[in-house]
């Protein structure tokens, strides 16, 4: 019911942005959110945007580098990323659900998960 794509190969300093379609539920009626998990490492909260779109909230490794937005009409949210860095490596997951704003950072939060797509930042 979710989908990412946009991972790839890039360079440092470079910029991605990663796509999540949604289907199988009421996508405008959720808060989307990006997680991500490095390897060996667990996985961490990225970015969130609520239902209106009028509210983000990052990560403080990933603040004022990546941005997140959504299109409500196309059922699909966004991660642009950019100024990317070796330790930004991590596959990228997005998740649907309905948390109360203090518990958005939160994996518990979330319903639904995409597949995740693979982040690759080397020189």
């Known amino acids: 019911q979710l989908q990412a794509s946009g991972g790839g190969l890039v360079q440092p300093g470079g910029s991605l942005r990663l796509s999540c379609s949604a289907s199988?539920?009421?996508?405008?009626?959720?808060?989307m959110a990006w997680f991500r998990q490095a390897p060996g490492k667990e996985r961490e909260f990225v970015a969130v945007?609520?239902?209106?779109?009028?509210?983000?909230y990052y990560g403080d490794s990933v603040k004022g580098r990546f941005s997140i937005s959504r299109d409500n009409g196309k059922n699909t949210l966004y991660l642009q990323m950019n100024s990317l860095k070796p330790e930004d490596t991590a596959v990228y997951y997005c998740?649907?659900?309905?948390?109360?704003?203090?518990?958005?950072?939160?994996?518990?939060?979330?319903?639904?998960w995409g597949q995740g797509t693979l982040v690759t930042v080397s020189s």
């Open positions: 199988g539920f009421t996508f405008s009626r959720y808060t």
């Open positions: 998740a649907a659900g309905t948390p109360i704003l203090s518990s958005s950072r939160l994996e518990t939060g979330y319903r639904f």
């Open positions: 945007i609520r239902v209106s779109g009028g509210n983000t």
